[in-house]
């Protein structure tokens, strides 16, 4: 998290200033903004900062480096604008690691920059930014420092291509809640942003002091991870979503995963902060390279700890925006400390585990991070998102981390903001083009201290805006997730030494007719079916799926479908789960 500043009396008119050019400067195209234009650092407004040409490469005749206070900055004169929306990218060098840079647009926030590491002059897209008629300023100032800055690039922006973004999700199995949720996210994709918000106290805050909850409640499972409940931790943050889900609002859960164990619990490195790399000694890549080791078989204690949580929601019908792993490429969490290997490949064995072996189809997967070389892949991501926390009291558009989201998923993706300090104006937003399904403000000071969202532009955006939906303008969005329902029913028909027979009995238990089903569930005991009849059953170790035949898919509301089978081994008492087609 970056050091939060107010912005001055002077940025925030000219963030007015900015809102009230977006009707005007969308037609303007003129020959020349028809060209990208460079603009030289060192020929800049230098706070803080000196002019070097000791590191070859650079273009022009220096270039800007001393980024090592809070405060350095270069501003850079763009003279003579069309004005409109143009493409911003940075030339820099950051030697020292990633880092990340604030950037202003005539004197206003206009979020941040990632730079990645890099010893040589290389490029980073920063954004888009929207320029006035005449002169404008872009100022590039430290953040997180140590890092120097060549050149800017500005290139004028085209009319939008539509999004490829459809309803479909990466399980093939997700349940009708699940799918219901995703249907209303695609609907509104491109044209509404949901409103969110962390913690239900801050829930309250909002409905107590602006007059509106929001459509998304932000929880999480911390408290249910095992080495912190074997120090006395307790939860009631499932009761809470249970809670939500009664109201009509849409959930979304993250975890910090106190590690499993080698927890430091020294002063400043307490056991309850035991999600941070710093303290704890737990190697999460050696871990995941040996799956006979004590430490693998943690890992897999915990995230079953975590799928009971989940399946409390599952089987109350409650859909979930579920968000793992978060920020794991900042390397603050010990998720993402042995870097992008290791992260992914734990990434995937969860979501192989909720979903193949817990049959957890009511999770929408949400992975959180911009790099391509941490993304997971697209057969287990739904949803591609990013935590932003720029300076505070900047509400600029975060476009760059659109813009990098969008093309990390190749535009198939919802792309969403999983954090933010200071939330995004809408109104820049939709001139930006940065299409944010959804935001959710983190909690504490970021509701409350008046200067991250003062109370003036959290009512204006919450009561005013028609582009951001809350709760009470969601409507029922799963209605045809509770008309669509069915049922499954596991019963003992007889049973010998080293074997059984079973029945399943499926039940369409919703309003409207079914197309098909399919029940999953897992053997404990290393059960095996030898045999089975009116349903094509599958084996994936202990897991089992058994699919509807064409001759039984379709059950009229009230009507049941009977399939049995031989199995193997001790007699087995399973739940089945059922998802409907």
């Not at 069309?82 to 004197?107: D, H, M």
């Not at 900042?330 to 049959?359: I, S, V």
């Not at 029945?503 to 404990?524: K, Q, Y």
């Amino acid at each position: 998290m970056t050091p939060r500043r107010a912005l001055p009396t002077a940025a925030r008119v000219a963030l007015a200033v900015a809102i009230t050019l977006l009707g005007s400067l969308a037609p303007v195209a003129t020959a020349r903004a028809a060209s990208a234009e460079v603009y030289e650092a060192e020929r800049g407004d230098l706070t803080g900062v000196t002019v070097d040409s000791a590191v070859a490469g650079f273009s022009g005749t220096g270039y800007v480096t001393g980024f090592d206070e809070a405060d350095d900055q270069v501003a850079i004169e763009v003279p003579d604008s069309p004005g409109g929306l143009f493409e911003l990218t940075v030339s820099y060098r950051a030697p020292f690691g990633q880092k990340t840079a604030s950037l202003l647009l005539n004197g206003a926030g206009s979020g941040e920059v990632v730079l990645p590491a890099s010893e040589t002059w290389t490029t980073a897209p920063a954004g888009r930014v929207l320029l006035r008629p005449g002169d404008n300023t872009v100022t590039v100032r430290s953040n997180w420092g140590w890092y120097e800055v060549d050149a800017i690039r500005l290139a004028p922006v085209g009319p939008p291509d539509p999004h490829q973004v459809d309803d479909s999700l990466v399980n093939p199995d997700a349940d009708a809640p699940a799918r219901a949720l995703m249907r209303y996210l695609a609907a509104h994709y491109g044209r509404d942003v949901l409103a969110g918000q962390q913690d239900m106290s801050g829930v309250r805050w909002l409905e107590e002091n602006v007059g509106k909850a929001p459509a998304i409640a932000g929880l999480d499972l911390m408290d249910y991870s095992p080495s912190r409940v074997e120090r006395g931790a307790t939860s009631s943050q499932i009761e809470d979503a249970l809670g939500w889900d009664a109201r009509g609002g849409i959930l979304t859960l993250t975890w910090h995963w106190n590690a499993p164990t080698g927890l430091v619990d020294t002063p400043g490195k307490e056991w309850w902060r035991g999600f941070y790399t710093e303290a704890t000694t737990f190697d999460v890549a050696a871990a995941l390279a040996d799956p006979d080791s004590a430490d693998y078989r943690l890992l897999i204690r915990d995230i079953d700890a975590i799928a009971v949580q989940l399946a409390r929601l599952r089987d109350a019908g409650v859909p979930v925006l579920w968000r793992p792993l978060h920020e794991a490429e900042g390397g603050w969490f010990w998720w993402g400390a042995k870097g992008p290997g290791p992260a992914k490949q734990l990434y995937r064995l969860m979501y192989d585990r909720l979903t193949r072996h817990h049959h957890l189809d009511n999770l929408v997967w949400v992975w959180n991070s911009v790099s391509p070389d941490w993304y997971p892949g697209d057969n287990v991501v739904d949803v591609v998102s990013v935590d932003s926390y720029p300076t505070a009291g900047d509400h600029g558009a975060v476009s760059g981390s659109y813009d990098r989201l969008v093309d990390l998923g190749g535009d198939r993706k919802l792309v969403a903001l999983g954090e933010v300090g200071s939330i995004p104006d809408p109104q820049l937003t939709r001139a930006y083009r940065a299409d944010w399904s959804w935001f959710v403000t983190w909690s504490g000071g970021f509701l409350t201290d008046g200067i991250s969202n003062s109370l003036d532009f959290l009512r204006r955006i919450y009561r005013d805006d028609p582009h951001v939906l809350t709760l009470d303008e969601l409507g029922d969005w799963k209605e045809a997730a509770t008309a669509t329902r069915c049922t499954a029913a596991w019963r003992i028909v007889n049973q010998w030494p080293g074997g059984f027979q079973a029945e399943v009995v499926v039940h369409n238990a919703g309003a409207v007719p079914l197309s098909g089903w399919t029940a999953r569930w897992s053997f404990d005991a290393g059960q095996r079916v030898a045999h089975s009849w009116s349903a094509a059953l599958t084996n994936d170790g202990d897991a089992v799926t058994a699919r509807s035949l064409a001759w039984n898919a379709r059950l009229a509301p009230g009507d049941t479908a009977t399939f049995g089978l031989v199995g193997s081994g001790s007699t087995a008492s399973v739940t089945p789960a059922c998802v409907a087609a």
